[in-house]
Nanobody
Framework: VQLMESGGDSVQAGESLRLSCAHS????????LGWFRQAPDKKPEGIATIDEDGRTFYGDSVKGRFTISRGSDNYTLFLEMTSLKPEDSGVYYC?????????????????WGQGTQVTVSS
């Protein structure tokens, strides 16, 4: 499975941004797609996940501000980010695992994109 993120940008605090992740076709009956981010000198942080049934899960730091969704073509993953804060800055990655159970453990994910940079200025 190949994944490629896009949409990263430099924005001001309070603004919104939408990230996209184009991915190749899945041959797995169950899967989980997730968004992670990594700030400089920090460990990767799980942001949001969605499984093949559309069930979503969010990290505490983004609940109520970010929304994960899949495109109608089923080959695109989105992350809508609103009310952005400087602490949301980092490289955002999309990832996939061939199991329905979603987690925020990076080691559970087999496939990763190359990342897209998001910078939020105060």
């Amino acid at each position: 499975v190949q994944l490629m993120e896009s949409g990263g940008d430099s924005v001001q605090a309070g603004e919104s941004l939408r990230l996209s992740c184009a991915h190749s076709k899945y041959t797995y009956s169950g899967y989980c797609l997730g968004w992670f981010r990594q700030a400089p000198d920090k460990k990767p942080e799980g942001i949001a996940t969605i499984d093949e049934d559309g069930r979503t899960f969010y990290g505490d730091s983004v609940k109520g501000r970010f929304t994960i969704s899949r495109g109608s073509d089923n080959y695109t993953l989105f992350l809508e980010m609103t009310s952005l804060k400087p602490e949301d800055s980092g490289v955002y990655y999309c990832a996939a695992r061939p199991y329905s159970h979603c987690t925020f453990r990076t080691t559970d994910y087999d496939f990763w994109g190359q990342g897209t940079q998001v910078t939020v200025s105060s």
